[in-house]
């Protein structure tokens, strides 16, 4: 068999605390990100994705020691994200023991960041962010900002710039269907995903797991990434791998 | 510094995550830069990621490491694990931009792996490991690998232990004397990479 479908659960943080997380009921303290990802851990998720978006400077170092605390526990790969703007955070981050860095707005700015990162530390640990909106005329435009500022840039061309650039790994999030839980923008996805050589993971508008399959059959997606399906106890880790393997996709045992 | 395992400290960004999972199965861990911790050891451990040239470069700035690796796995049978990059500098090269040396303990080189429209490049996530033989030390079951580039060994080479499979056999560990390495991430594989290590340290090859 191939490599398998990643089904990648994600947390919002910020300040240390989950801000959107999961209501698993035996936890002592859901806002406990450390607590959060042990719970996924022992669900069998194939790997955790964290997004700080702490607007402070002290909710950087809070979430330093949050994933120094994650990874002494949990023995999955980890990807952190927000907020990271330069060599220095990646590094910082990679050593405190986040497995993959996300990059966002920093390298929309300036794309060259990415092969700083990959250059340094390989590219297997650079996930480069693309969100992107649909625009009236039909092509696919950056946004930054959690999707509130417009940047012009075409999401396809930043996507192959990113990838050749280094990136390991693209997170394609629309931000049209982020929240909305109807479904992830497959065409979109397909789009990066068949204009790359490097994985995809589809993000952005979950709300069954008829989608999380989509992103893959139809998205061409090598993994997929889910907040609130799983937080709201709606679907374990281990539905979403049931139904991709009844969609005829590999997933882990 | 009996029954320790010496985790080589060379600037690998997964020093720590390595650390942590040995330390969770109950090793008792000395990370070091020093030969002489090495070469007290009763085990060792030499992570790795990032690219073969910058891994190999970090162990050879550390004066007399190399020596006393090949030293301790191959005259004093110490029982060694590489993982990731740390097995890749097993090969006799690295062809990552241009060739460079690795430690040359297994006969073959460290190549790009090659995408395709079905074969994404890094081969990143949760594949199977399938042993090529019995009694080896790696079961099968499944890990989390993540690389762009794959040990080829020369024709006829004995020292593949398990291969994985992503758009054709790709090695997963090779094994030579009492140097056993990893293509996958032990540490980063829950249940089946923490038994691994678990094994390892009971590993009397």
Request: hydrophobic share 45%; with cysteine; proline share 4%.
């Amino acid at each position: 068999m191939t490599v398998r479908v990643r089904v990648i659960p994600c947390l919002d943080v910020a300040d240390g605390r989950v801000v959107k997380g999961v209501n698993f009921v035996d936890l002592k303290d859901a806002g406990d990100p450390v607590e959060q990802a042990q719970a996924y851990d022992a669900a069998g998720a194939d790997e955790l994705c964290f997004l700080d978006i702490s607007a402070t400077h002290e909710g950087r170092g809070t979430l330093l020691d949050m994933v120094r605390r994650t990874a002494k526990v949990c023995f999955m790969p980890l990807t952190v994200g927000g907020g990271v703007a330069s060599v220095e955070d990646a590094r910082a981050l990679l050593l405190a023991g986040a497995d993959k860095i996300a990059v966002n707005s920093a390298a929309v700015k300036r794309p060259e960041l990415v092969a700083e990162i990959a250059e340094r530390m390989g590219s297997q640990c650079v996930v480069a962010s693309v969100d992107a909106r649909l625009t009236p005329s039909g092509r696919w435009e950056i946004y930054t900002h959690g999707g509130r500022q417009a940047t012009g840039i075409d999401a396809l061309e930043y996507a192959r710039r990113v990838a050749g650039l280094g990136a390991g790994e693209l997170l394609v999030t629309s931000m049209d269907g982020d929240g909305t839980k109807a479904g992830y923008d497959l065409a979109l996805t397909r789009a990066i995903a068949d204009s790359v050589s490097i994985p995809v993971i589809a993000s952005g508008g979950v709300g069954t797991l008829e989608h999380l399959v989509e992103g893959v059959t139809r998205g061409g997606a090598s993994a997929v990434l889910a907040a609130s399906i799983f937080h709201f106890g709606q679907h374990t880790v281990a539905d979403a791998h049931d139904a991709l393997r009844k969609a005829g996709l590999p997933v882990r045992d | 510094m009996a029954n320790t395992v010496a985790l080589i400290d060379y600037g690998a960004g997964n020093l720590h995550s390595v650390e942590n999972a040995l330390l969770a199965v109950g090793a008792d861990v000395v990370v070091t830069a020093d030969p002489r911790d090495v070469a007290a050891a009763s085990r060792i451990v030499l992570p790795g990621v990032g690219s073969f040239k910058a891994c190999m470069d970090g162990l050879s700035a550390i004066g007399g490491m190399s020596e006393t690796l090949e030293t301790r796995v191959f005259k004093d049978a110490v029982p060694f694990l590489g993982i990731c990059v740390g097995m890749q500098l097993m090969a006799q090269a690295g062809l990552e931009h241009g060739t460079h040396k690795g430690l040359g303990w297994v006969e073959g080189s460290v190549a790009a792996m090659t995408a395709s429209a079905d074969v994404k490049v890094p081969h990143m996530g949760w594949n199977s490991v399938t042993p090529t033989g019995p009694g080896s030390l790696v079961e099968a079951g499944q890990a989390y690998f993540l690389h762009s580039y794959a040990f080829e060994p020369v024709q006829s080479a004995s020292s593949v232990r398990a291969v994985t499979d992503h758009g054709g056999p790709v090695v997963a560990a090779i094994q030579e004397g009492t140097a056993l390495g990893v293509q996958f991430h032990p540490e980063k594989s829950q249940r089946y990479g923490l038994d691994l290590l678990s094994r390892f340290l009971e590993w009397k090859p």
